[in-house]
C-alpha cells in the first residue's frame, strides 16, 4: 500500500507522479507540457489549490471531457493531506437543516461535505482509529450512502422554495439554481469520500480504481444520464474532427490516372524538365448512408449518440437514412432536423412512436428480414450500411440469410457493438455468428466509436 501524499514531499515529486496518472487516464499530457505546468507551480505557489488547479489544468490538458478526470487526480494529489479528525453529527435533522440554510445562501459546503460524510458515509469501521483500519478491513467511505441519507431531492425541492421569487420563470429559475448547488454539494462529499478512501488504501490504488472515466471513455452501456449529457456535448466538436478528416479523404481519392497531354503541355515551359505530373481527377459522388439502429433499452444510449453523430456528419453523404428497431423495424430519419440536435430521450420517443416495437424484446432475425422485405430498396452499390447492436437475439433465429442479403447489395456493411468482445461468444448473443458475414467492431465509447466511423466511413 502506497502511502497518502505528504504535504511537505517536494512538490516536484508530486507533480511527476500527478502527469504519470493522467497519462494512464488517457491524458496525454508530454515533457513540454509537464515543463509548463512545473513553471506553474513556481509562478502560482501552492497555498490556494483553486488557483492551482486552474494553472495546472491550462497547461496540462488539451481537450473536451477530460477536465472531469484532473480534477479528481488533482484533489488526490495537491488535496490528499492529513485529514480533520472525525467529527460526526449528533442531530442528523440539524445537519440537514444547515445544509440547507447554506445552499440557500450559496456559501461554501466543504465542511458540511466532512460532517455530513462523517456522520453517514463511513462504513466497515472506517469511523474509527486509523491505525486499527486497514486495506484488508474492508472499510471505506461512501458518497452515495451519503446523499442516499440526505435525500438530494427533497433538499433541493427546499432550497428552492426557500430561495424566493415568485411567477413560473422564477420557479424554474430557482428549481435549477437549487439543483445545481446540490450537485455541487454532492461533488464536495465524493471528493471528501475520495481522499478518505486514499488514506485507507493509499493514493495510487484510488487513482487507478476509484477515479471516474472521462465522458469520451465512459462506457455506453454503463453510462448515467449525467454521462450521456455530457457525451451529447462532444457531439458536434467531434462531428467536426471527423468531416475533416473525411474531407481530406475524399480530396486524396479524386485524383486518378496520368493525363498525358496535359502533362505534356505543362512541361513545354521547362523542356520536360523536370516533368510536371498532370492527374485526371475522377468524377465521384459522395456516398449513401444507411444506418439500421438498435433502440431497444439496453443500447439505446449507444444508438442514440451513433445516430446523433451520424446526423451531425450528413452533409459528408449524398443521402443519409435511418431506420430503428427493436423487434420490427421502420424508417425514422424524420426523427433528425437537419442542423439541429435530437431532445434528450428522443430514443425513448422512437420506441413509443416510431413503429419499431411490437412485443418490446429485441429480436435480430425479424429486423432483418423485414428490413429484407420492405427496405431493401434503399441499400445500393455506393451505399455503406452501418448496424448497430449488441446482437443479442433473446435465442431467436440470427437470420443470417437476411444479413447476407443486405451485404450482396452494399457497398460494404459494418457493425458496431457496444459491447466488450469477450462477451461476443456469451448467452444469447449471436454476434460470432454475424461476423462470419459481416465485420463487426467493438465500440464501446466515444473514443472507440470515433476512431472506427473516421476509418471505415467511405470517401
Known sequence: MSPPPDRFAPTSARLVDFVTLLREHNIHAGPSETIDA???????????????????????????????????????????????????????????????????????????????????????????????????????????????????????????????????????????????????????????????????????????????????????????????????????????????????????????????????????????????????????????????????GSVSGFAEFTLQLVQALQDQFSKVRSFGFVDTCAEITQYFTPGEPPPPGFAQNIVREGGVARFGSSNYGEVLQGFVDHYLDAVGPRTCVLILGDARTNRTDPNLAALQAITEHAKAVYWLNPEPARSWSTGDSAAEAYTDIVTMHECRNVAQLAEVIGRLLPA
Open 38 to 296: 512545473a513553471a506553474a507551480v513556481v509562478a502560482l505557489g501552492t497555498t490556494d489549490p483553486r488557483i492551482l488547479r486552474s494553472g495546472l489544468a491550462s497547461c496540462l490538458l488539451r481537450r473536451n471531457g477530460q477536465r472531469g478526470v484532473f480534477d479528481q487526480l488533482f484533489d488526490l494529489y495537491f488535496l490528499g493531506v492529513a485529514l480533520p479528525p472525525a467529527r460526526p453529527s449528533e442531530d442528523a435533522d440539524s445537519l440537514r437543516e444547515r445544509l440547507i440554510a447554506t445552499l440557500v445562501q450559496g456559501e461554501d459546503t466543504a465542511e458540511l461535505a466532512r460532517e455530513a460524510l462523517n456522520t453517514f458515509g463511513a462504513y466497515g469501521g472506517a469511523g474509527e482509529s486509523a491505525g486499527r483500519v486497514t486495506q484488508a478491513s474492508g472499510a471505506g467511505w461512501s458518497s452515495y450512502l451519503t446523499m442516499k441519507s440526505l435525500r438530494p431531492d427533497e433538499i433541493s425541492e427546499q432550497v428552492a422554495q426557500t430561495m424566493g421569487g415568485t411567477g413560473q420563470f422564477d420557479t424554474a429559475v430557482r428549481t435549477i439554481e437549487a439543483r445545481r448547488r446540490v450537485d455541487r454539494f454532492r461533488a464536495d462529499v465524493q471528493t471528501e469520500a475520495r481522499l478518505r478512501s486514499a488514506e485507507l488504501r493509499g493514493t495510487d490504488y484510488i487513482a487507478r480504481r476509484g477515479v471516474e472515466n472521462s465522458a469520451d471513455r465512459t462506457d455506453f452501456l454503463g453510462a448515467r444520464e449525467q454521462d450521456l449529457a455530457e457525451m451529447r456535448r462532444l457531439v458536434h466538436p467531434l462531428a467536426r474532427k471527423l468531416a475533416t478528416r473525411l474531407a481530406v479523404r475524399r480530396k486524396k481519392a479524386v485524383r486518378g490516372q496520368i493525363d498525358l497531354r496535359r502533362t505534356l503541355r505543362r512541361s513545354m515551359a521547362t523542356g520536360g524538365v523536370p516533368v510536371d505530373p498532370v492527374l485526371r481527377a475522377r468524377k465521384r459522388g459522395r456516398p449513401d448512408l444507411v444506418v439500421l439502429a438498435d433502440v431497444s
